[in-house]
């Protein structure tokens, strides 16, 4: 096909030969420690070289993982007048998904704000519906959603007059300074009021009683016991199907359909998390408007641009490709990141970098939000050549045309806690799959392996923008459960090291593999983050003198690399002291998150444990939030597991160099053979007390709530001193 009829460009990245020079420099600097290790075995201690000799091939193993993401970046752009000009009359219907599940750590205002921008979409409405799946079945929820309900038809004609961006409404004023405009003002008061109602009944903690009797989809709530003991509960709020009079703006025009569905819970009965509550939005969808197209959002990303669907299309419909692709996937992007994003959340070297290398190789993992889905292939079909499927609107495929009441009673069936007891095929092969953290990742991976390819779509404005976790702790507990979630893949059925072999490309199976591994890599993270910095206060020496050649290869390996990443980093648009914030909060990922990940994971596999989803919260208080603008990092909030491990490994660090460097001090030349036959070692334990200098001040300076505890502090205190004394005196 000529280029010029293409929907979409695919162009290589530039600068690869130099980077497979680099990248060739340091596996001959891995292969020369491995050689070293292997002929300079010492005659006594033998166990510690050797515990250091596989956590360095674990080391060097990992990092061919890693090649796999870089090896073969792509990079994509669309033409969407191409895409215009040819099938605007023809789109298909687009279903989109909202999901929250708890109204205090996702409050209803932030939810429907993210509704209400996919809702202002420059898109079709009578072919736009918009559902919102709340699994915490919160009255004051439903509450907002009839308010937005309203609003939303005065907000979207002012977005499409105007060509507002964002259009979520809260995005859009923050961004907006002082204004005379009459019209900007009128609807800034319109969302004003709503958001004074909205809080008011949130206070207030109930649907006061005259609400309740003027909406009749609150009698719903009548049989409600509590979030996880009710029916179902479903309400068609805006019927766009059938140009419905109640579905039209405030200029005649219509409406996209709007509807909240509380699927039913009862406590004798697993819900599955995330994916059921998607498996029953995609049963209740298929039979009120049936889109082709599918798009998932989490209910704090809001719709950055109102030209993402007419993007996911132009692969969908692409002449050539469009019928192989099965899932386009934006990257994951937040508002709220610091300039120097001290708990690395903007995970800007897998958005714009990682996530290009696999698409390179057929497409990037499904990360759950932000996603665009055919679908068919959510029902369980499988890609095949000699079949196109038409994505075109299709007039025989149009959905029910019943009573909306008749609808709503018909379809609460879908969303039962018993429907998929009869219908076992949900969850294994059809929608999304269960028994994981990570559901998105592995219904992804299934998906790929059915013959589908995926793509990756990272727009110059961004196309989605969310809220990242603003405390340490909220960082590490999401990173266990992603972690947690990898591994567990990687020992299923669906693992990429072997279910995918002959599925997927070689390259992909690697890079799936790379992400699975995040957990059993903390085991070796730990052995090199403890064992070297114990032996100093032993004298025993683990690494090549500093005066050998040997030791070329070693520094060659983690300064190159090391620079590499930093090149890399700030290529992908962060700083100097982002990088570095980075390399501390990779560390902690590892040293805590990932390793409890590991525990937890087999821990599962041996029937000790069942799986458990943790929401994110999505809100703080003002002196955590002050803390986090200023870049301050919080240890007043978090999982005292995590903590205590992370205290503990710094205090034991610092504790062993102090003493190294008091030894060095007092033994005049003695102290410089120390550092002759030791300087790796102290190099090593130097870096690791200098990553940690904020840990520090956490337990020892800092006055502020967001210190760390008290009771931690001195629990760590003695486990690191209790671990250097029993060295000293036992070994």
């Known amino acids: 096909m000529k280029r010029e009829n293409k929907l979409f460009e695919t162009k290589k990245a530039k600068g690869r030969l130099l980077y497979r020079l680099v990248a060739a420099s340091i596996l001959f600097s891995i292969s020369l420690t491995c050689f070293y290790r292997v002929t300079h075995i010492p005659t006594d201690h033998q166990w510690l070289w050797f515990g250091l000799f596989v956590a360095e091939i674990w080391f060097?193993?990992?990092?061919?993982?890693?090649?796999?993401?870089?090896?073969?970046?792509?990079?994509?752009?669309?033409?969407?007048?191409?895409?215009?000009?040819?099938?605007?009359?023809?789109?298909?219907?687009?279903d989109i998904f909202v999901c929250t599940a708890d109204p205090v750590m996702e409050p209803p205002l932030m939810v429907i704000n993210t509704v209400l921008s996919v809702m202002a979409y420059d898109y079709p409405p009578e072919k736009l519906s918009v559902y919102l799946s709340d699994d915490g079945g919160s009255d004051i929820t439903y509450y907002a959603m009839l308010k937005a309900s309203e609003f939303a038809?005065?907000?979207?004609?002012?977005?499409?007059?105007?060509?507002?961006?964002?259009?979520?409404?809260?995005?859009?004023?923050?961004?907006?300074?002082?204004?005379?405009?009459?019209?900007?003002?009128?609807?800034?008061?319109?969302?004003?009021?709503?958001?004074?109602?909205?809080?008011?009944?949130?206070?207030?903690?109930?649907?006061?009683?005259?609400?309740?009797?003027?909406?009749?989809?609150?009698?719903?709530?009548?049989?409600?016991?509590?979030?996880?003991?009710?029916?179902?509960?479903?309400?068609?709020?805006?019927?766009?199907?059938?140009?419905?009079?109640?579905?039209r703006d405030i200029e005649g025009r219509p409406l996209p359909t709007l509807v909240y569905l509380a699927r039913e819970k009862r406590p004798q009965y697993h819900h599955n998390f995330k994916a059921g509550a998607m498996n029953a939005l995609i049963r209740v969808s298929s039979k009120i408007s049936n889109g082709q197209i599918i798009l998932n959002v989490d209910c704090d990303m809001y719709s950055n641009s109102s030209e993402s669907i007419l993007d996911a299309l132009c692969f969908f419909m692409d002449e050539k490709e469009g019928h192989e692709i099965a899932y386009v996937q934006f990257p994951q992007k937040f508002e709220n990141v610091t300039k120097n994003d001290i708990y690395g959340?903007?995970?800007?070297?897998?958005?714009?970098?990682?996530?290009?290398?696999?698409?390179?190789?057929?497409?990037?993992?499904?990360?759950?939000?932000?996603?665009?889905?055919?679908?068919?292939?959510?029902?369980?079909?499988?890609?095949?050549?000699?079949?196109?499927?038409?994505?075109?609107?299709?007039?025989?495929?149009?959905?029910?045309?019943?009573?909306?009441?008749?609808?709503?009673?018909?379809?609460?069936?879908?969303?039962?806690?018993?429907?998929?007891?009869?219908?076992?095929?949900?969850?294994?092969?059809?929608?999304?799959?269960?028994?994981?953290?990570?559901?998105?990742?592995?219904?992804?991976?299934?998906?790929?392996?059915?013959?589908?390819?995926?793509?990756?779509?990272?727009?110059?404005?961004?196309?989605?923008l969310g809220i990242a976790p603003t405390t340490l702790g909220q960082t590490l507990v999401q990173h266990k459960r992603w972690s947690e979630g990898d591994f567990q893949i990687l020992l299923s059925k669906f693992s990429p090291a072997f279910y995918a072999h002959g599925k997927i490309s070689f390259g992909l199976r690697l890079g799936y593999c790379h992400y699975c591994l995040w957990a059993p890599s903390s085991l070796a993270i730990l052995f090199?983050?403890?064992?070297?910095?114990?032996?100093?206060?032993?004298?025993?020496?683990?690494?090549?003198?500093?005066?050998?050649?040997?030791?070329?290869?070693?520094?060659?390996?983690?300064?190159?690399?090391?620079?590499?990443?930093?090149?890399?980093?700030?290529?992908?648009g962060g700083t100097i002291l982002g990088w570095w914030n980075e390399q501390r909060i990779w560390l902690y990922k590892r040293t805590t998150?990932?390793?409890?990940?590991?525990?937890?994971?087999?821990?599962?596999?041996?029937?000790?444990?069942?799986?458990?989803?943790?929401?994110?919260?999505?809100?703080?208080?003002?002196?955590?939030?002050?803390?986090?603008?200023?870049?301050?990092?919080?240890?007043?909030?978090?999982?005292?597991h995590m903590f205590t491990f992370l205290a503990t490994i710094g205090l034991l660090n610092l504790i062993c160099l102090a003493a190294t460097i008091k030894r060095m001090i007092m033994d005049g030349e003695g102290g410089l053979r120390v550092f002759k036959t030791m300087g790796m070692q102290v190099f090593l334990c130097g870096i690791i007390v200098i990553v940690n200098w904020p840990l520090f001040g956490a337990l020892f300076i800092r006055k502020d709530n967001g210190k760390m505890p008290t009771s931690l502090t001195l629990k760590s205190l003695v486990l690191a001193t209790s671990i250097c004394i029993c060295v000293l005196c036992l070994y």
């Not at 009797?213 to 179902?232: A, C, I, L, P, V």
């Not at 064992?531 to 300064?559: D, E, R």
């Not at 525990?599 to 989803?613: A, R």
């Open 60 to 94: 060097g193993f990992y990092w061919l993982l890693t090649q796999a993401l870089r090896w073969n970046i792509v990079h994509r752009s669309t033409f969407k007048d191409r895409l215009s000009h040819r099938y605007e009359k023809e789109f298909p219907r687009v």
């Open 153 to 247: 038809k005065h907000w979207i004609p002012f977005c499409k007059k105007f060509n507002v961006q964002p259009r979520s409404p809260a995005a859009y004023f923050d961004s907006l300074g002082d204004s005379s405009d009459k019209e900007l003002l009128d609807i800034k008061k319109l969302y004003q009021d709503m958001e004074k109602d909205i809080e008011t009944v949130g206070k207030l903690g109930r649907i006061p009683e005259e609400v309740s009797s003027s909406n009749e989809g609150f009698s719903q709530w009548s049989s409600y016991s509590s979030r996880k003991d009710h029916d179902t509960i479903l309400q068609i709020l805006l019927d766009g199907r059938d140009s419905n009079p109640n579905a």
């Open 593 to 640: 998150s990932y390793f409890f990940a590991f525990i937890d994971t087999i821990s599962k596999s041996l029937g000790f444990s069942n799986s458990q989803f943790v929401i994110t919260a999505k809100v703080s208080d003002k002196d955590v939030e002050n803390r986090y603008q200023n870049e301050i990092i919080e240890f007043g909030e978090g999982s005292s």
């Open 345 to 464: 959340n903007s995970m800007q070297v897998i958005t714009e970098v990682e996530f290009h290398g696999l698409d390179g190789y057929g497409g990037p993992l499904y990360i759950g939000t932000g996603c665009f889905h055919r679908r068919d292939t959510f029902c369980g079909k499988k890609f095949s050549k000699e079949s196109k499927i038409e994505l075109r609107n299709r007039e025989n495929d149009t959905p029910t045309k019943d009573s909306l009441r008749d609808v709503e009673e018909n379809l609460k069936s879908l969303a039962s806690c018993t429907y998929e007891e009869n219908n076992t095929q949900w969850g294994n092969e059809i929608g999304l799959k269960y028994g994981c953290p990570v559901e998105d990742v592995i219904t992804g991976l299934s998906i790929q392996c059915s013959g589908w390819k995926s793509v990756y779509y990272n727009p110059e404005k961004d196309a989605f």
């Open 528 to 572: 090199y983050t403890t064992i070297p910095s114990i032996c100093l206060l032993k004298g025993i020496s683990l690494f090549p003198q500093v005066t050998s050649p040997w030791i070329i290869p070693f520094v060659y390996a983690t300064l190159v690399s090391s620079t590499y990443g930093l090149a890399e980093f700030l290529q992908s």
